[in-house]
């Protein structure tokens, strides 16, 4: 499995990003995608997760609102699109995959199995 994730930036506060996430390798219609951010000193944090089969998506509490998970199965790519962008999302963000995780499980970095090179995001205030 192999993920490429792209689209970082450096955009002012207000500002929109889409983040990719190129997948390939095997079919991915028993995973779950996720998105997960890291910021300097700080820990690897969930951002939001879609399951592939279904498209139920999830949300960090700190994003719900304006940011979107998505996926489209011809290109088989993830993608996040950032609206509103704040100082605080400054971050690395990277993709991930993982099979059949169950919702208790998926905002924890360690239960993913593949994961992307990682793209920055800087949002200037």
């Known amino acids: 499995v192999q993920l490429q994730a792209s689209g970082g930036g450096l955009v002012q506060a207000g500002a929109s990003l889409r983040l990719s996430c190129a997948a390939s390798?095997?079919?991915?219609?028993?995973?779950?995608m996720g998105w997960f951010r890291q910021a300097p000193g700080e820990d690897r944090k969930f951002v939001a997760a879609?399951?592939?089969?279904?498209?139920?998506?999830f949300y960090a509490d700190s994003v719900k609102g304006r940011f979107t998970i998505s996926r489209d199965n011809a290109k088989i790519t993830v993608y996040l699109q950032m609206n509103s962008l704040k100082p605080e999302d400054t971050a690395v963000y990277y993709c991930?995959?993982?099979?059949?995780?169950?919702?208790?499980?998926?905002?924890?970095?360690?239960?993913?199995?593949?994961w992307g090179q990682g793209t920055q995001v800087t949002v200037s205030s």
């Open positions: 390798g095997r079919t991915f219609s028993d995973y779950v």
């Open positions: 991930s995959a993982a099979p059949r995780l169950i919702a208790s499980t998926l905002r924890i970095p360690s239960s993913y199995n593949y």
């Open positions: 879609i399951r592939w089969s279904g498209g139920g998506t």
